[in-house]
């Protein structure tokens, strides 16, 4: 049974306080499902140096990486801004590198507007060797 994905953007909007951004306070949280059903958490964290600042979803990528799985299913992200976000440009390439096709879901934990689409709509052409 695959994980569904209110579930998925409940686990993200959980870590939602875990969230460091004390400069942009824009807080992200990601969770990945991965083809071995186990799920994968990431906040993005910032820094006072700002250009070393991490994504949400590419903390969570790495977080996917380290326990051994390499193909992220589902990916939720969720922030308290009004509305969605997805993923910035850079994330979009780091997670075409597991998947190019990977379903996206975008959630605001603050109006509950829920965006749902894939990487391969977002980011067509990704940049492989
Ligand atoms: N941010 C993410 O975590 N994911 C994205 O895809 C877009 C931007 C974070 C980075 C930074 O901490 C804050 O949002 C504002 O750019």
């Known amino acids: 049974m695959t994980l569904n994905d209110e579930a998925l953007i409940s686990i993200a909007a959980n870590a939602l306080k ?58 939720a992200v969720v922030t308290d801004l009004e509305n969605p976000i997805p993923p910035c440009g850079a994330c979009r390439q780091f997670i075409a590198e597991f998947n190019p096709d990977a379903e996206i879901i ?8 829920t965006v749902k689409t ?5 980011f067509p052409n990704p940049f492989k060797l």
Not at 45 to 70: F, K, P, W
């Open 106 to 113: 975008l959630h605001s934990a603050s109006s509950g507007k």
């Open 18 to 75: 875990n969230s460091y951004a004390p400069y942009s306070r824009i807080h992200v949280a990601a969770s990945v499902l991965g083809s071995n059903g186990k799920v994968y958490t990431g906040v993005n964290v910032e820094n006072a140096s700002y250009g070393l600042t991490i994504c949400a979803e590419r903390s969570a990528i790495v977080q996917m990486v380290s326990d051994g799985e390499r193909k992220p299913v589902k990916i």
């Open 118 to 122: 894939r990487l391969s709509e977002l």
